[in-house]
């Protein structure tokens, strides 16, 4: 089974920036997608950007089109997510997924293709 932990959240001023970091690690395991979900206090969990592994394409929610760039290093199984001009909405725990199955087509905003996920880590912005 994969093991996802994320790491590089933080409190930054509104217009900082922050850069995410997912590592997977496990043996001997198939990518077919990872993402990036956030979730603010009392609200559900939402899609934030995906990379599909087959290609590099990438996927971005439209509140941070523009904003957010996700990126892979396949040799050391990671995915990052650098987060510029960051706004107060941006305040989350945010959350990285991994698909691994191969089969069928890759749905990347919807959590429920996701079969393991990191503990999360705290993104804070004051504005």
């Known amino acids: 089974q994969v093991q996802l932990i994320e790491s590089g959240g933080g409190l930054v001023q509104a217009g900082g920036s922050l850069r995410l970091s997912c590592a997977a690690s496990g043996r001997s395991f198939s990518v077919y997608g990872m993402g990036w979900f956030r979730q603010a206090p009392g609200k559900e969990r939402n899609f934030v950007s995906a990379i599909r592994w087959s290609d590099s394409r990438t996927f971005y929610a439209e509140s941070v089109k523009g904003r ?60």
């Open 68 to 127: 957010f760039t996700i990126s892979r290093d396949n040799v050391k199984n990671m995915v990052y997510l650098q987060m510029n001009n960051l706004k107060a909405e941006d305040t989350a725990v945010y959350y990285c997924g991994v698909r691994q199955y191969l089969g069928g087509g890759y749905y990347y905003a919807d959590e429920n293709n996701y079969e393991n996920w990191g503990q999360g880590t705290q993104v804070t912005v004051s504005s």
